[in-house]
């Protein structure tokens, strides 16, 4: 199979898949093969591209041109290549979870809630592949209304009110600021293609340069940069399996994955440690970081808890990429990976306790970790990788972010990164305490039933998928090699 | 018979017209304004392609030569123009069957067939002309059918709106002809080209030709509804009836603006804009009425009075484009043109959907409507999103057109402001997405029916073209580019 059909079809499939669904809406066995199948075609279709691009090949497609000399256009480099395949490789997991969890919960609008997740995984793949800043806002954009539904899924007026500040935020930011940016970026160069070495250098002057990114940071909502990080909390009234894989790899990593990209391809790393235009984002992230895990502390509802870890856990990326060093850029790929591993990890357990207990906040799980010992030693491989604790994966990408931050004398980020490990540590090791060493507190009086006392471990899919993306925590740890090769070669493009 | 062209495209509505009273029956009149509307627009394909292939298309009316006769001279503008109103008519005529018989009086069924058909011979006439009298002469054909169209609206205050209309498009007709009366006094011609060279060597200075400009620009804001001259707009477009608001939503403002581009461009040139400062004036008020009414459309409960404000917002974008007077920004303005009646129709499509089977386009009896009629609310869906400008739909090619343009024209917060107006468009939309979607409807046990084929289908050839030339712009920005060149460029 041609490499060209095989980007053309990593967005034809998941498409061509909800339409079959929304066809077999009426027969949930159906339904839920299709979109199990649909993934796992996926991705082999992803996988089928890995190979060539490890050999240094970057296969193109030319869709179409939008504009005069503007085109919808394709390109596989290696950081996009690293993004689908986490990505597609997760949507397989997350599928079979989700099934465990929509029919636990017995969530209502299911069709309508596969469908919107194959258009998001479609939108992200685009997003991965595109070759330059009109095809990513495309996709930026696509995935922000596709997402839209899941988060508003449960139709109450909570969810609603979150999909608002969800909608308002991400199109706000993405309008006002990164269509503008990327206008401006275009009307200074002529072009949005996607460089190494990046297009900007020399076009725009001295401090506009720093306006210029600032637009393009904020104009990526996604990335949840502080101020603008809002709507990731709010995010969390969609179904957990929508949390996982959208809300803490998919439309997250679109972030930060667009946010290196322009970085490195649209302003270049010469380009910005010469004008040092990027120097204020080094403070913006490091405070983000700090600030979200502060937050995170003090969350006692385990979702929220985690949005707000994600948060800081995105602006390590965004910092690491700020430092602009070729070995932190490195740093930055792994994290993308390392996180997502981890967070669909602690996002799993998290509805997993939900499904079986009905349990939300930090302050019920004591003693849980006898009744769903699976669950919960999963959930503590997840955080020891959020922490950075060996053997996980989070110790591999933090290794290459301080590596990066030693090596350019970055004080600031490196004192940031020691400050946070201790933060994070702060608010994840006393859940796994409670949950293993903790006794479980005797019932109120007021306390309903009390058969949600009497659960076991979740349902079989939520467990099969909750064991495998631990795994792969681990896994990545004993095995980097494919994520590192593919970030160096990022950044063998950069130099 | 191609070599008469020009002239088919107007006499053929405007023959068939009388045939309907003739036959004083709705389901022959409704046939009758089908095959006329798609002859029109069958006509007005090859008229297109004949100007593309072959330039100019000059007709003189019995052969009088210009500028003594009539001339109707159809260039890539207005052939371009000339497509637009005829595809949109006949895609409204199609639509209208079911609506027109649930919303207009049985009786009067057979008149407003006729009315409708005077509307589309006045709007496709005021675009073919090359004669600026004529083209009054055209406009107030297209006018009157309105009111008519208009008042039949089955709810009362459709009289008043209409009447309100009347009295001020009457008022902009007559500032048109009083402008047009003060050009005829100083060069002694009608016929725009010949204006147009006459103009070249008189002083633009002088008061009478400044009055002119004045008279003209104001009557015709008063027939597009530039802000604050839109009044009208809002209850008109509200009380009409469906298929009534959605072809005028989508040409008769559309055909004024192109009035506007000829009188602007053509009779008096680009460089008139230099004696005047007129451009920040046009520039200032498109940039206040995207943000007044915008926010205005966000307080408003009857969906079809909404998309009537947002309507005055879009005609802001068109505006505002136009006053850059640049290329990009005159191809932005035309191709808005185009983009704004594909999307604005599928809307007022959808809402005659609502008003068939709900019989109301309140939002609160919307509510929960998405899971009744899927289809339509998808095709409004689709609509809403062109008017944000997201991408992949029509909206978001006349967004950047508009950005690029105010780049160009060294205007970086207008360009912020387009933006900026644009959410506005997030809020008044997703309000009725949201409702639509997610709220229970108030009475549950009511049996509401998806839409009838014969409306859906229009519907989704609407909603259709508002991705597919959102995607595919090879033809529309192509045939833009080509009249904004023509149109900045000077030559007549």
């Known amino acids: 199979m041609s490499m060209e059909l095989s980007i053309i079809l990593a967005m034809a499939i998941p498409a061509v898949g909800a339409v079959l669904i929304a066809l077999s809406g009426r027969i949930p066995n159906l339904r839920e093969t299709i979109t199990l199948l649909t993934a796992i075609a996926l991705f082999l279709n992803v996988l089928n591209l890995l190979g060539p691009v490890l050999d240094g090949e970057r296969p193109e497609v030319h869709l179409l041109d939008m504009f005069p000399g503007l085109a919808i256009a394709f390109k596989v480099e290696p950081l996009g290549m690293m993004f689908s395949l986490i990505a597609s490789g997760l949507w397989i997991l997350n599928s079979i979870y989700s099934i465990g969890y929509m029919r636990g919960n017995k969530e209502k609008h299911q069709t309508r809630f596969y469908i919107c997740f194959a258009i998001a995984i479609s939108a992200t793949l685009g997003l991965a592949y595109s070759a330059n800043l009109l095809t990513l806002f495309i996709f930026y954009e696509v995935l922000t209304f596709s997402t839209y539904p899941l988060v508003s899924h449960k139709g109450n007026e909570t969810a609603l009110k979150g999909a608002r500040t969800y909608l308002g935020i991400l199109v706000t930011t993405s309008v006002a600021f990164l269509f503008f940016a990327i206008a401006w970026t275009y009307s200074a160069t002529g072009t949005l293609d996607f460089v190494d070495g990046g297009i900007l250098g020399g076009k725009v002057e001295g401090p506009l340069m720093g306006l210029l990114l600032m637009l393009f940071i904020y104009g990526i909502g996604k990335a949840a940069v502080m101020p603008v990080h809002r709507w990731l909390p709010a995010a969390m009234v969609a179904p957990t399996p929508v949390s996982a894989l959208l809300h803490a790899v998919a439309v997250v990593k679109s972030g930060v994955f667009s946010v290196v990209k322009v970085i490195v391809y649209t302003f270049g790393i010469d380009n910005l440690v010469t004008s040092g235009s990027a120097d204020w984002l080094v403070y913006i992230s490091g405070f983000t970081i700090i600030a979200a895990s502060m937050v995170a502390l003090r969350q006692d509802n385990l979702k929220r808890r985690l949005a707000y870890s994600t948060i800081s856990q995105l602006s390590y990326v965004v910092l690491a990429a700020a430092i602009l060093t070729p070995i932190s850029a490195v740093g930055a790929a792994l994290h993308i990976a390392a996180h997502a591993f981890g967070k669909i990890t602690l996002f799993f357990a998290a509805g997993s306790i939900y499904t079986a207990a009905h349990k939300t906040e930090v302050s019920q799980l004591n003693g849980i970790g006898w009744k769903m010992p699976i669950t919960m030693t999963a959930f503590a491989i997840g955080a020891l990788s959020m922490i950075g604790l060996p053997p996980t994966a989070g110790f591999v990408s933090k290794w290459y972010i301080i590596q990066g931050a030693m090596s350019s004398e970055n004080f600031v980020a490196l004192s940031v990164v020691i400050l946070s490990t201790l933060l994070n540590a702060g608010y994840f090791l006393p859940i796994i305490y409670a949950a293993f060493f903790r006794q479980a507190e005797p019932k109120g009086p007021d306390d309903h039933g009390g058969h949600h006392d009497h659960h076991g471990e979740a349902p079989l899919p939520i467990v099969i998928a909750i064991t495998s993306t631990a795994t792969l925590t681990i896994l990545m740890f004993f095995f980097p090699d494919v994520a590192l090769e593919l970030a160096q070669q990022m950044i063998g493009g950069i130099q | ?492």
């Not at chain 2, 009157?144 to 089955?154: D, E, F, Q, R, W």
Request: charged share 10%; proline share 4%; with cysteine.
């Open chain 2, 1 to 492: 018979m191609t070599a008469h062209l020009p002239i088919l495209q107007v006499l053929i509505p405007l023959m068939a017209a009388p045939l309907c009273v003739v036959f004083r029956h709705r389901d022959i009149a409704w046939i009758i304004v089908l095959l006329v509307s798609l002859i029109s627009f069958v006509i007005s394909t090859m008229i297109l392609d004949q100007v593309l292939t072959q330039g100019v298309i000059s007709y003189f009316m019995g052969d009088w030569p210009a500028p003594w006769g009539i001339e109707f001279r159809i260039d890539a503008v207005n052939a371009y123009i000339l497509l637009i109103v005829s595809a949109i008519g006949a895609v409204v005529a199609f639509y209208g069957r079911h609506s027109v018989t649930r919303e207009v009086p049985r009786d009067l069924i057979y008149l407003f067939y006729t009315a409708f058909l005077l509307c589309l011979t006045g709007l496709l006439g005021m675009t073919a002309t090359g004669d600026a009298f004529n083209l009054f002469v055209f406009l107030e054909i297209s006018s009157l059918s309105t009111y008519a169209m208009i008042s039949l609206g089955k709810d009362r205050r459709a009289l008043t709106a209409s009447y309100q209309y009347l009295i001020m498009g009457t008022l902009g007709a007559t500032f048109y002809v009083i402008g047009l009366g003060l050009l005829y006094m100083m060069t002694g011609t009608l016929n725009i080209v010949d204006l147009h060279a006459k103009l070249l060597d008189m002083d633009g200075s002088i008061r009478t030709l400044q009055a002119a400009l004045a008279f003209l620009t104001v009557g015709l804001s008063l027939k597009l509804a530039l802000f604050p001259l839109h009044l009208w707009l809002p209850n008109a477009y509200t009380y009409a009836p469906s298929s009534v608001t959605a072809f005028l939503a989508a040409t008769a403002t559309k055909v004024a603006v192109y009035v506007m581009l000829r009188v602007f461009f053509t009779i008096f040139g680009v460089d008139i804009f230099e004696e005047t400062g007129l451009a920040p004036v046009l520039m200032t008020l498109a940039i206040a009425g995207m943000f007044v009414a915008s926010t205005v459309a966000i307080f408003q409960n009857d969906m079809k009075r909404l998309l009537a404000y947002s309507s005055v917002a879009q005609i802001g974008y068109i505006m505002l484009g136009i006053s850059f007077l640049n290329v990009t920004g005159v191809s932005a303005g035309i191709v808005h043109l185009l983009n704004h009646a594909v999307m604005k129709c599928a809307a007022f499509l959808a809402m005659g959907c609502f008003m068939y089977r709900v019989g109301s386009v309140q939002i609160e009896d919307l509510h929960g409507i998405g899971k009744k009629m899927p289809w339509t609310m998808a095709a409004f869906v689709v609509a809403g999103l062109s008017l944000i400008g997201v991408p992949l739909t029509v909206g978001f090619i006349s967004k950047w057109y508009l950005i690029q343009a105010a780049m160009e024209a060294d205007m970086m917060p207008i360009a912020l402001l387009i933006l900026l107006s644009s959410l506005l468009a997030v809020v008044y939309v997703w309000r009725f997405i949201e409702v639509a979607y997610f709220k229970e409807p108030a009475n549950p046990s009511l049996k509401i029916k998806e839409a009838p084929l014969s409306m859906l289908i229009p519907l989704w050839v609407m909603a259709g073209a508002s991705i597919y030339f959102g995607v595919d712009t090879d033809m529309t920005l192509g045939v833009a580019q080509l009249a904004a060149e023509m149109l900045v460029g000077g030559a007549p």
